[in-house]
């Protein structure tokens, strides 16, 4: 059974970088059946996909953020990791790492999560 | 990009009875949709995928139905432990996934 952890900073100061890692345990994620990726949900709202990485190289971000949001993967240590530039207070969200898994007809869908980090940005 | 859309935006049901959430897509697409379940404070879990297959460890009475554009996930008798949103989510036209806005189901 794959394990998400987060970790990373509560608190992000206003245009400063938000920084999360997410590892993983009982899966490499250099395995080629999965994507990695990231959702956050606002308080009180609804589930946004932030977007997702793959060992391939492969990577896809929502167009609301692709200007801002970069995910790396590292083999090295199973983590994977979002930054997001220039945060603003419309930044402020439970953020949640994930693991997407191939459909029977395509597409990916998100079999296993991470906790949760909730970022709060402030000054 | 594909809108999806739930109703009711909440449900009120007695224990033991039939629960019953629907999702429309704003576009076609396929059984490539799937169902969360997310309680208060907690990551949301998937429940089914690819329209209508329980994920692992997901109880019998969770159930999905529909292609297209329209679906609906069923709690066929709701245990107290079932109180809680839940949100489809569209896998199949090309990133970005989207979610519905969420259907809270709560205690009638």
């Known amino acids: 059974q794959v394990q998400l952890q987060q970790s990373g900073p509560g608190l992000v100061k206003p245009s400063q970088t938000l920084s999360l890692t997410c590892a993983v345990s009982d899966v490499s994620i250099n395995n080629y059946l999965y994507y990695w990726s990231w959702i956050r949900q606002h308080p009180g709202k609804g589930l946004e996909w932030i977007g997702y990485?793959?060992?391939?190289?492969?990577?896809y971000y929502s167009p609301s953020l692709r200007s801002r949001a970069t995910i790396f993967l590292d083999t090295s240590t199973n983590q994977f990791s979002l930054e997001l530039r220039s945060v603003t207070a419309a930044d402020a969200a439970v953020y949640y790492c994930?693991?997407?898994?191939?459909?029977?007809?395509?597409?990916?869908?998100?079999?296993?999560w991470g906790q949760g980090t909730l970022v709060t940005v402030s000054s | 990009e594909v809108v999806m859309t739930q109703s009711p935006a909440t449900l009120s049901v007695s224990p033991g009875e039939r629960a019953t959430v629907s999702c429309r897509a704003s576009q076609n697409v396929g059984s490539n949709l799937a169902w969360y379940q997310q309680k208060r404070g907690q990551a949301p879990r998937l429940l089914i995928h690819d329209a209508s297959t329980r994920a692992t460890g997901i109880p019998a009475r969770f159930s999905g139905s529909g292609s297209g554009t329209e679906f609906t996930l069923t709690i066929s008798s709701l245990q107290s432990e079932d109180f809680a949103f839940y949100y489809c989510q569209q896998y199949n036209n090309w990133p970005p996934w989207t979610f519905g806005q969420g259907t809270e189901v709560e205690i009638k």
């Open positions: 994930a693991r997407e898994k191939g459909g029977a007809r395509g597409g990916y869908y998100l079999d296993s």
């Open positions: 990485s793959h060992y391939s190289g492969a990577t």
